[in-house]
């Protein structure tokens, strides 16, 4: 509170830790005629925009702001691709405009209609966004937030719409540079994505042999541009293979929660075959067998997972 708002005691505060009511922006727009704009599955990220701050001097941030400052902090969620209700994967990017009042209420005048539309280097869904600014990073200036958008699944379900795209965050939401950086090594869908301390990590996912619990990482020069991806498995793995899992970042914690995970398929325990399913899953009877290894009375070894991982920098 900087002192300009209004207060009303007749309001309590709610308890530290609660939730507010849940308001509803503008839906997503159409981007060009015919266009369906539901989305599943999409990268999203948020970034600030760069006329929010002064530095100690009194300058503002960067030459394109000139001496203007916005009077309300202004931020952008920016959502690229994803599949429609037809199930068509698309590449187009949509960005949204954030304005956070003084009471810090978020409001909105609407979806951007920029100049150049923005549009990912191919189509995907099951995607990730990374959002690059100095809170996690010291290579970007104070000034600076930067959009990542991960690698995804394309049209065909086939794990190769790898390549990256970069842009900065200009003042009004558009994206300058918009840089195709070389993909995900290995290749990587629906997985769980973290950055802090000059690295994207992207943690579990799917690739071309099924569900996975390693991961890779890879540092971030420049930006826009990236080193080498570097495999990260054993103790800094995941504790099962997970994917579509939810994510949450908290300074240098992450937070790696559910997903699906493969228990493998086989007949291997004494009571196999005899109708009750009994590999421990939700579903089953009890946890007589080991997972995975009652196949023919439980089904394939897909199942969704309760499991929660933790790791910080």
């Excluded at 702001?65 to 931020?75: E, I, K, Q, S």
Aim: hydrophobic share 35%; with cysteine.
């Amino acid at each position: 509170d900087d002192g300009s708002g209004v207060t009303q005691p007749e309001l309590i505060p709610l308890p530290l830790g609660s939730l507010g009511t849940w308001s509803s922006f503008e839906f997503l727009p159409q981007l060009f005629v015919g266009d369906d704009p539901t989305r599943e599955s999409a990268c999203i990220a948020m970034a600030a925009d760069p006329c929010n701050q002064v530095i100690e001097d009194g300058a503002t941030f960067t030459a394109e702001c000139g001496d203007t400052v916005n009077a309300h902090p202004l931020f952008y969620l920016y959502v690229g691709g994803g599949r429609d209700s037809s199930a068509t994967v698309r590449d187009t990017v949509h960005v949204l405009p954030i304005t956070v009042g003084n009471d810090g209420n978020h409001t909105s005048a609407g979806w951007l209609t920029l100049g150049i539309p923005i549009h990912l280097p191919t189509e995907r869904w099951e995607c990730s966004a990374f959002q690059i600014d100095r809170e996690f990073h010291t290579i970007v200036e104070p000034w600076e937030s930067w959009i990542y958008f991960g690698a995804g699944r394309n049209q065909d379900g086939i794990n190769n719409s790898q390549d990256l795209l970069a842009g900065r965050v200009l003042q009004g939401g558009d994206l300058t540079t918009r840089t195709p950086l070389s993909g995900t090594s290995p290749t990587r869908v629906g997985y769980a994505a973290a950055s802090a301390g000059n690295y994207l990590h992207i943690l579990g996912g799917e690739n071309a042999g099924g569900f996975v619990l390693d991961g890779t990482e890879c540092e971030i020069q420049g930006p826009p541009g990236l080193g080498g991806w570097a495999n990260l498995s054993g103790d800094v793995a995941l504790s099962s293979p997970r994917f579509l899992p939810g994510t949450a970042q908290e300074s240098s914690f992450i937070y790696i929660v559910g997903g699906a995970t493969d228990l493998g398929c086989a007949d291997t325990c004494a009571t196999a075959n005899n109708a009750s399913c009994e590999d421990g899953r939700p579903t089953a009877a009890n946890n007589t067998c080991q997972p995975g290894t009652d196949c023919t009375d439980c089904g394939d070894g897909i199942i969704s997972t309760d499991a929660v991982d933790l790791t910080n920098y």
